[in-house]
Nanobody, 128 residues
Framework: EVQLVESGGGLVQAGGSLRLSCAAS????????ICWFRQAPGKEREGVSC????????YYADSVSGRFTISSDRAKLSVYLQMNSLKLEDTAAYYC?????????????????????WGKGTLVTVSS
């Protein structure tokens, strides 16, 4: 059974940093694309960043490019999202999701509906 468990959310001041973690189990890590999505109150879920574990390609939404960095640790079966220079508009529930396509990061960043496994999310609140 594919399982994804997020951690690392919390309250941070604008301009600060947080690192989210996604612990994965139950699937072949290298055969999957893993993404971070977020959903703010009253808004649709949006793609934040994806990593295609087949070739380690990384993709970012324009709104976070240059501030967020996605990475993976195959030994720990984990994916991380380092978030720097946080803004008020980054406040949202952040979700880790996976799909059995090793090279699909570019596509799935824009297609949350096609992800096949989801974590329960972790809340990030950025205060002024």
């Amino acid at each position: 059974e594919v399982q994804l468990v997020e951690s690392g959310g919390g309250l941070v001041q604008a301009g600060g940093s947080l690192r989210l973690s996604c612990a994965a189990s139950g699937f072949s890590f290298d055969d999957y694309t893993i993404c971070w999505f977020r959903q703010a109150p009253g808004k649709e879920r949006e793609g934040v960043s994806c990593i295609s574990n087949g070739d380690n390609s990384r993709y970012y939404a324009d709104s976070v490019s240059g501030r967020f960095t996605i990475s993976s640790d195959r030994a720990k079966l984990s994916v991380y999202l380092q978030m720097n220079s946080l803004k008020l508009e980054d406040t949202a529930a952040y979700y880790c999701a996976a799909v059995g396509d090793a090279f699909g990061g570019y596509y799935y960043l824009r297609a949350p509906g096609d992800m096949t496994a989801w974590g329960k999310g972790t809340l990030v609140t950025v205060s002024s």
